[in-house]
């Protein structure tokens, strides 16, 4: 393996591939959370609420569910590839999109922007519809051990829980 970390190529490490979505995950969550952070002061200040449900879903999306979804692929070491970039890919851009969408509406309840609240919220839906995706499939991925550990599909093959165990 390359000093820097990298996987070569053709080669697949599960667990620094699910590194690089939680990381991607926990960037997006603690941006959203410090635009809904300054969101929030602004319309703290001005005494104008007109952006809360903006705010809110900024906060929701952004924040606690991407980084709900960095926590999990982190969790797990099991999943990543083509699944988890997408999932995380949808929720990033639904949270963006959805709360972009209705901070501008709101500002001027120009209808010219709706669509962009309805591609926001249709990601996000997709964004969890794989999350739910994801956590079921690495659910029945799972055995249990008889230290009542589970261990990940990849690691039944070899004998061996998550820590190396077995």
Known sequence: ????????????????????????CFIVAGLSALAGMCL????????????????????????VSMAVFGLYHRGTGRTGGALGWTQV????????LMSGGLAAYLSNHDDTFMPLVVAGSLA????????????????????????????PRH????????????
């Open 40 to 63: 929030g002061i602004s319309m703290g200040i001005s005494q104008d609420f007109t952006l809360s449900p903006a705010h809110a879903h900024l906060n929701l999306l952004g924040w």
């Open 124 to 151: 996000a839906l997709a964004g969890m519809l794989l999350f739910v995706a994801a956590t079921v499939r690495s659910a029945a991925g799972t055995a249990a051990h008889p230290d009542g550990n589970k261990a």
């Open 155 to 166: 690691a039944r093959a070899s004998g061996r829980d998550r820590a190396g165990r077995g």
């Open 89 to 96: 890919g949808a929720g990033a851009v639904g949270a963006v």
């Open 1 to 24: 393996m390359p000093k820097d970390g990298a996987v070569p190529s053709g080669h697949t490490n599960h667990r620094e591939e699910d590194m690089r979505i939680s990381d991607f």
